[in-house]
């Protein structure tokens, strides 16, 4: 909730830094409550399902907010496909054969991903790029994530492949 209230905010205020800092503030409350029901036991399957879907939500609302006020739609079309393509391509998996949900040390993974997309946020006003960069530290970054985001699904694809080589 808290990160759609921030990239609705960021429609009308534009200003990057504000929705790197909401954005760091509103995934930080959303990994708690993770820990507080792990704390009280009331984990469900359903429960870290919800969270699942609710986490890729999250980071489409955040690409689209930013595209739509820079205008940068390709390189925030190619970081989002990214982002879903790594989560994905796990899940995928998870139904062809059982997956350990901790042996997957992949590149960008969400917590990287939104670490770089907050740095990135927090630092666009502060750090200007030449022209040849694109301007703006932004724009660098959502092209690192585009690149860096496909590059661990890549990651993954060949991981699954091998993994289904091997399963009987």
């Not at 993770?34 to 704390?39: D, E, I, K, W």
């Not at 690149?147 to 289904?164: D, E, G, M, P, S």
Request: net charge positive.
């Amino acid at each position: 909730g808290l990160v759609l209230v921030s990239c609705a905010a960021y429609l009308l205020h534009r200003d990057s830094l504000w929705l790197g800092v909401s954005l760091a503030i509103s995934v930080s409350f959303d990994a708690l409550d993770g820990a507080l029901a792990r704390a009280q036991g009331t984990v469900t399957k359903f429960g870290g399902y919800l969270d699942a879907v609710v986490d890729r939500y999250q980071e489409i609302a955040a690409f689209l907010a930013i595209a739509w006020v820079t205008g940068w739609w390709l390189v925030c079309f190619l970081a989002v496909t990214g982002a879903t393509l790594t989560s994905y391509n796990k899940a995928r998996l998870a139904i062809e054969m059982p997956v350990d949900n901790k042996a997957w040390p992949d590149l960008m993974e969400r917590p990287q991903r939104l670490a770089l997309l907050v740095a990135g946020l927090a630092l666009d006003n502060f750090l200007p790029l030449p022209a040849m960069l694109g301007g703006r530290l932004l724009f660098l970054v959502l092209w690192a994530l585009a690149v860096l985001t496909h590059a661990t699904a890549i990651q993954r694809f060949f991981r699954a492949r091998r993994k289904l080589a091997r399963a009987p």
